[in-house]
């Protein structure tokens, strides 16, 4: 089973971007979600994760910027990021359990 990860785009920097994934509806609410990210020659660093009772944690460089959350009615983990930088420039995978997204392409431009 892979999830479904959705939102990924283009935007200028200082812009906004919401990111989905869904995931079926008997294992959301039984495990932690989150993101991870890989940019061009980099390894994939972890940009937020919530547990299944919706604490969030964040990575450094995202904080005050990215908002991780929850939607258990249906079953779908998002990722609000704010104030977009050119370094945000990545392939986002999204992860609940053990299951992975395909990854979502996110471009910044300066």
């Known amino acids: 089973v892979q999830l479904q990860a959705s939102g990924g785009g283009s935007v200028q920097a200082g812009g906004s971007l919401r990111l989905s994934c869904a995931a079926p509806?008997?294992?959301?609410?039984?495990?932690?979600a989150g993101w991870y990210r890989q940019a061009p020659g980099k390894e994939r660093e972890l940009v937020a994760a919530?547990?299944?009772?919706?604490?969030?944690n964040y990575n450094g460089p995202v904080k005050g910027r990215f908002t991780i959350s929850r939607d258990y009615d249906r079953s779908t983990v998002h990722l609000q990021m704010n104030s977009l930088e050119p370094e945000d420039t990545a392939v986002y995978y999204c992860?609940?359990?053990?299951?992975w997204g395909q990854g979502t392409l996110v471009t910044v431009s300066s």
């Open positions: 509806e008997s294992i959301f609410s039984t495990t932690a």
């Open positions: 992860f609940i359990g053990s299951l």
């Open positions: 919530i547990t299944r009772g919706g604490i969030p």
